[in-house]
């Protein structure tokens, strides 16, 4: 079954940036409407902002200023560029969203998630 495939995390320090990307599992599909989420174990996935198939973005206050979601079209991706990064924004952070196809689309797609670890 297609899926989201997250990539870009790691170990970073305080104030530093890491870019984070979410792709379609098969090329066949392409990416619609995306939010991206984190969670941490016994919290709750945390909404952190949404891109639009015509590119509009909306953010949470928590990331709001520090965080840019982009798409790229020609790459079939979905971009999480984040700045300033500060300890609370250790978590795994997921892709979730619509992936369209010849066939159909397809919502409520997740991925596997990709650990971002902000620590000195």
């Known amino acids: 079954q297609v899926h989201f495939v997250e990539s870009g995390g790691g170990l970073v320090q305080p104030g530093g940036s890491l870019r984070l990307s979410c792709v379609p599992s098969?090329?066949?599909?392409?990416?619609?409407?995306v939010g991206w989420y984190r969670q941490v174990p016994g919290n709750p996935r945390e909404l952190l902002g949404t891109?639009?198939?015509?590119?509009?973005?909306d953010y949470s206050d928590s990331v709001k200023g520090r965080f840019t979601i982009s798409s790229d079209i020609a790459k079939n991706t979905v971009y999480l560029q984040m700045n300033d990064l500060k300890p609370e924004d250790t978590a795994v952070y997921y892709c979730?969203?619509?992936?369209?196809?010849?066939?159909?689309?397809?919502?409520?797609?997740w991925g596997q998630g990709t650990q971002v670890t902000v620590s000195s």
């Open positions: 098969e090329s066949r599909f392409n990416i619609g409407t």
């Open positions: 979730n969203g619509e992936v369209d196809s010849e066939s159909g689309s397809i919502w409520d797609v």
């Open positions: 891109i639009s198939v015509g590119g509009r973005t």
